[in-house]
């Protein structure tokens, strides 16, 4: 079944410590928005690719699809002050799929074997997201004071990309947007509504470049692939 990919791409480099946007810094020699974004552009499931940008960078990414001749992306939207405004930026366009994703730009390890996992889940129950297990022992904590260790094996680390039915995060969106709230993700604002969100299993190596470390995980799990051929 086919869908559509909203990335928002508005952010910044704070974290990164970089003074313009991290998915603009490049991961061996090519930005890492544009390993994200060809993932879904070799995805033949995946139909089009909405992304929410940063106005004053939208010739610097024309020129970049069209360098890396990317053709799956249809729209550049304006995003917002937060990822919630950026992704609803572009949920209300006209045509979209059935099922729609929302995927971090920063995420471009991806397997399209989990995309597909999680289309075929959303298209059944409405909602899926990508996680993994929890590696390490979870404590809650008040202040610097451990009050309590959290029993992992219920954990679950939430990734991208999270699917699902294109009217059903449409009305979570709406609800939010007149409740005046700000989510953390796709995800809490569907749990908000009701409905119940499934987990579909991803992969570790699926981390989301986020601090300088980062790009040096990236590099070797780049490395890595290419051995593996």
Known sequence: MQYDVIIPAAGSGKRMGADRNKLLLE?????VLIHTLEVFEKDDACRRI?????E???QELESLLHHYAITKVTKLLTGGSERQYSVKSCLFESDLSELVLVHDGARPF???ETIHKLVQQARVSGAAVAGVKVKDTLKRVEGSTIVETVD???MVAIQTPQAFQTKLLQKAHEVAAADHFLGTDESMLVERIG????????????????TPEDLLFGEAILRYRAQEG
């Open 56 to 58: 004053e960078e939208r």
């Open 110 to 112: 991806i397997h399209t």
């Open 195 to 210: 409905t119940a969100v499934s987990v579909v299993e991803a992969s570790y190596d699926n981390i989301k470049l986020t």
């Open 27 to 31: 991961l061996s020699g090519k930005p």
């Open 50 to 54: 909405l992304l929410a940008i940063k």
């Open 152 to 154: 992992r094996e219920s």
